[in-house]
């Protein structure tokens, strides 16, 4: 070959290697922002219970990168949530609790909520199921409707549970095929609208409702887990003997609910809890790959960033304690996810935050910058090398001024009224041993604290 030859093939293979970058640099990948209540880090991939079997939530995560340390900004749904789509602390926002609107806080005011800015940014925005905690404010949406859920009948008619009073906190089987569930009507309006072609990128929400309590599902997801041979949580009798008062209070909490953890013990149903638990995870999976099935048909395969995230974690009888409002891992661990093009595959264990998915998003997606400072950091690095170097550490915040600092190997917990609390997770993955009264450990403390949020914002108004 000539060098004038050589010369014009490598300006031509040049020119086309720019003009595909051009390509890919123009088109905006779409969005499947999957929304899941209460699901802690009983998913198969992330090896909270032994006999959980998510094959779906698997499958997506050995597609694209599994956060295995990422946590919630709140241990409970609105304030998580409310977080999560502004991209602001509660301990900024003053929306710590369920009943603050995000559109009643002070210092929310004239925040452009993620979808607000994927509209914004000529994304088609549309969703079913529970984003917010509430009614998702209409002008947001292009296309958004919410629908009753037959499950919730079961309770109102009769309970399933040997629970006192357990009402919607009930747990059992129903008698209600799966297409009835909202979260499979749903999730099959997903994987139907997946085939759509809508003429421009779309941001689609889909909220999963399950496992948050009632914790129904049909009977044949509860027939993979028969009650006898359930394995309970780990627990030490004696784990709440080293807490400091802040923190006893907060395991006394659900004392005041039926679903606590002496109605348990006394009506010998830490089983059949445990049980409905799995099978409503379960049945959560079989919802996300219904989803999965139809993107992966879809022309939109091979353009659509996989979101998948829960708004907070569960306890099931750790600390005594059940549900969530704890700063313990197993309210503030969750499910993170993301995959897609041009995103790495793999496992990473860097300590990560839910509000960290709005600035991630936001440059994966080529939003503008919202007028409210986001505090998360972008993941992008992670999500091309999951093994880069990280600095930030996951903070959770439980009502006003109660904090927690997790960094990969570290939990530190500080309470309003100073208590605190530190656990070793290289040795102690299940918060047993509080080392925060140990001299040798100031040090260490002293870093976690420098990372405590400075603001701690009054309560924005209730509704
Ligand atoms: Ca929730
Ligand atoms: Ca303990």
Excluded at 132 to 145: M, Q, R
Excluded at 368 to 380: I, R, V
Aim: hydrophobic letters at 40%.
């Amino acid at each position: 070959m000539s060098w004038l030859r050589r010369l014009a093939l490598i300006a031509l293979c040049l020119g086309v290697a720019l003009g595909q970058a051009r390509a890919t640099e123009t088109k905006r990948p779409n969005v499947l922002f999957i929304a899941i209540d209460d699901l802690n880090d009983w998913v198969s991939c992330l090896g909270g219970h032994p006999q959980v079997s998510t094959p779906n939530i698997d499958r997506l995560a050995k597609r694209g990168v599994l956060f295995t340390n990422a946590h919630c900004q709140a241990p409970i749904c609105n304030p998580s949530r409310v977080s999560l789509l502004t991209g602001v602390r509660p301990s900024t926002s003053g929306v710590y609790d369920l009943n603050q609107p995000l559109r009643s806080a002070p210092a929310l005011k004239g925040a452009v909520t993620l979808p607000a800015n994927f509209k914004a940014g000529g994304y088609h925005v549309l969703g079913r199921g529970k984003i917010y905690h509430g009614k998702p404010y209409a002008d947001e949406w292009h296309d958004f409707e919410v629908r009753p859920d037959a499950r919730n009948k079961q309770f109102r008619v009769k309970t399933i549970s040997r629970l006192p009073k357990i009402r919607v906190r009930d747990f059992g089987p129903i008698d209600l095929p799966e297409e009835q569930f909202g979260d499979v009507i749903n999730a099959q309006w997903a994987a139907e609208s997946l085939q759509r072609d809508f003429g421009k990128p779309f941001f689609m929400a889909v909220g999963i409702r399950l496992p948050h309590v009632p914790l129904y599902a049909p009977q044949k997801y509860f027939d993979r887990h028969p009650v006898k041979g359930v394995t309970l949580p780990r627990i030490r009798p004696d784990d709440l003997a080293d807490l400091p008062p802040a923190g006893i209070e907060i395991t006394r909490y659900m004392d005041k609910t039926p679903l606590n953890h002496e109605a348990i013990l006394k009506t010998k149903s830490w089983h059949e809890a445990v049980a409905a638990y799995l099978a409503c995870t379960e049945f959560v999976d079989r919802c996300v790959g219904l989803m999965l099935d139809s993107l992966d048909k879809s022309a939109h395969a091979n353009n659509t960033i996989v979101v998948l995230w829960s708004d907070h974690g569960w306890h099931l009888g750790e600390k005594q304690l059940w549900a969530k409002r704890s700063l313990w891992e197993e309210s503030t661990r969750v499910p993170l996810i993301l995959a897609g093009p041009g995103l790495a595959k793999g496992q990473c264990s860097r300590s990560v935050q839910l509000l960290d998915l709005y600035p991630t998003l936001a440059e994966l997606c080529r939003l503008a910058k919202p007028p409210q400072t986001l505090e998360g950091h972008s993941l992008l690095p992670l999500l091309r090398q999951p093994s880069a170097s990280w600095a930030h550490p996951a903070i959770t915040t439980f009502h006003r001024n109660d904090h927690t600092v997790r960094s990969e190997r570290w939990r530190y917990i500080r309470y309003a009224n100073g208590d605190e609390e530190l656990y070793d997770h290289s040795s102690d993955a299940d918060e047993w041993h509080n080392l925060a009264k140990r001299l040798e450990y100031r040090p260490v403390i002293a870093d976690l604290k420098s990372h405590l949020p400075k603001v701690n914002a009054p309560n924005a108004p209730s509704r």
